[in-house]
């Protein structure tokens, strides 16, 4: 089992909503990643916390927004997005960002924006 | 530039069988890693194998196993003793470490995928 936990599973929101993707974590990993996969295609990545600061924003529109609380927790906050930001939402983590470790990550996030 | 190179977008294996799956990669990079992950249609992203660039010896897990040739720049996964819950698409990845005067980075850069179908 997967110990990176994402919720909800499955979110379909409207062009003018705002909503939250969040993702736990209980590995003590200092590093936490949000990537973005569309369909039949490789995950990309878009943001990098190390030590609860962001480190990596791989210039991703402000719509999304990240955000760590504690080095436990990554949200992704999504406001005014567009029917092309459907796409599967998967978070990481790893020990520490620039070392050899695994980087696990969790179940994923399926996002539908009508 | 691609970085990581998956040439197989589609593979068969019978039950039972070995099945090895391409991967080769590009970096100017001394000190890299590379990473197996296999994803079923739910959509998890399951952590396979790792093998560091400094790493003598082929990385194994279970009934997987890396077979890396350094020289040649390929990373093939190899899969003994094929299930039938092993069909699942399966994306190799290559870690680069970002910079460190930034904060760094752990960033994975990921092949094409290849779909893996086992058959009874």
């Known amino acids: 089992d997967t110990e990176v936990t994402q919720t909800p599973k499955h979110l379909v929101m409207g062009m003018t909503n705002k909503k939250s993707l969040k993702c736990e974590q209980h590995?003590?990993?200092?590093?936490m990643y949000w990537y973005k996969q569309k369909a039949k295609k490789p995950p990309e990545l878009m943001f990098v916390?190390?030590?609860?600061?962001?480190?990596i924003n791989e210039s991703v529109p402000s719509r999304f927004s990240p955000e760590c609380p504690n080095s436990s927790l990554l949200n992704l906050h999504l406001h005014a997005l567009q029917p092309e930001d459907s796409a599967l939402y998967l978070c990481?983590?790893?020990?520490?960002?620039?070392?050899?470790?695994?980087?696990?990550f969790g179940e994923g996030s399926w996002l539908t924006v009508v | 530039a691609q970085k990581i190179t998956q040439t197989q977008p589609g593979m068969f294996v019978q039950e039972k069988e070995a099945v090895t799956l391409d991967c080769t990669y590009d970096?100017?990079?001394?000190?890299?890693?590379l990473f197996w992950y296999k994803q079923p249609s739910s959509g998890e992203m399951i952590f396979l194998i790792y093998?560091?660039?400094?790493?003598?010896q082929n990385a194994t897990e279970g009934r997987y196993s890396l077979n890396f040739q350094k020289a040649r720049k390929s990373a093939n996964l190899v899969i003994s003793a094929s299930q039938l819950g092993d069909s699942a698409m399966y994306f190799c990845a290559m870690r680069e470490v970002g910079d460190t005067l930034t904060g760094g980075g752990n960033k994975l850069t990921f092949g094409t995928g290849t779909q893996l179908k086992v058959e009874l």
């Open positions: 990481a983590s790893s020990q520490w960002e620039t070392s050899g470790n695994t980087i696990y």
């Open positions: 970096t100017s990079d001394q000190s890299y890693g």
């Open positions: 590995m003590g990993h200092r590093a």
């Open positions: 093998q560091g660039s400094y790493d003598e």
């Open positions: 916390y190390s030590y609860e600061k962001l480190s």
